[in-house]
């Protein structure tokens, strides 16, 4: 059976029309899940019965459920367990502008990047969108308190999962949906190259984020698989045309690697790559996990990356650090529920 919440406002008003009804129908469902949230269909007092047993024949509003929560300062991790007894995460930050969600878009990921938690646990498979939406909605009821900005980095690959993430972002950027603004929504992709094409021409206004982590292909073969199928250079071609087509910035995240990606030699080489593009860099500091080697840089080195940017006129932040103590690196709370060694 259709889960109600996988459907686009354009895809239900469809199906209302494609069954002898008014597609207006399709906004006063939205209006009970979304505005009200109420989650029974017998409850939607302005909708005959008649519509309200048909719908309930062929969709379910079936649920998600918290299994374990850590929490951190500013930081709360859910561990989910969806509806086939696979896990997935999100993780919940608290800044001075709001609540900033982390959401998982795949159970597992096949990216493979050696840093990452999440590249040791295989992609099992793609989220439903409503598995995506219920992430929000869930927490939001929860901790009785409003999401007002998405991340897709998550577990998981946004762009192996296009159509479902696309619906994703159509929903919660509704105005009767769950109404993120689009541009407090962003998108986290490894460098799938011909996604980032095909998402330059859906004319949203949604963030993307580009995990770089490297200002080279010798290091980022090293540490980012993708990168031996789509390297820098054809990346780089590809995202100045993002930015031509789209006339938006592009974010590039960097996870500051100690010894690997962290040198005075590879901030000037990045600084050189970036200078003249639309965009900004986010140093990361690596949140350590106890079954990947790799270690995270001192503040030293990162500050003096950050220099070496900042001095060449890049954008840089450097992030502030959130969860290194609630298991907060994508993949660690699922990882330890699962046992995987």
Known sequence: MNNIYNYTIEELESYFINNGDKKFKAHQIYEWLYRKRIDNFDKMRNIKKEIIDKIKNEFCID???????RKGKDTQKFLFELLDGNYIEAVLMKHDYGNSLCVSSQVGCNMGCKFCESGRLKKVRNLETYEMVEQILIIEEKLNLRISHVVLMGIGEP???????????????????IAIGARHITVSTCGIIKKIKEFAQEDLQVNLAISLHAPND???NRIMPINKVNNISELMRTIKEYIKT???????????????NDTEKCATELAKMLTGINCYVNLIPYNETENIGFKRSNSDKITKFYDILKKNKINVTIRREFGSLIDAACGQLRAKKERVI
């Open 63 to 69: 649920k998600i459920k918290i299994v374990a929560v």
């Open 246 to 260: 789209t006339n938006r910035r592009v974010t590039f995240e960097y996870i500051m690697l100690d010894n690997i």
């Open 218 to 220: 010798e290091i980022r």
């Open 159 to 177: 762009f192996d999962n296009y159509k479902n993430v696309l619906n994703f972002i159509k929903i919660i950027n509704y105005p009767k949906g």
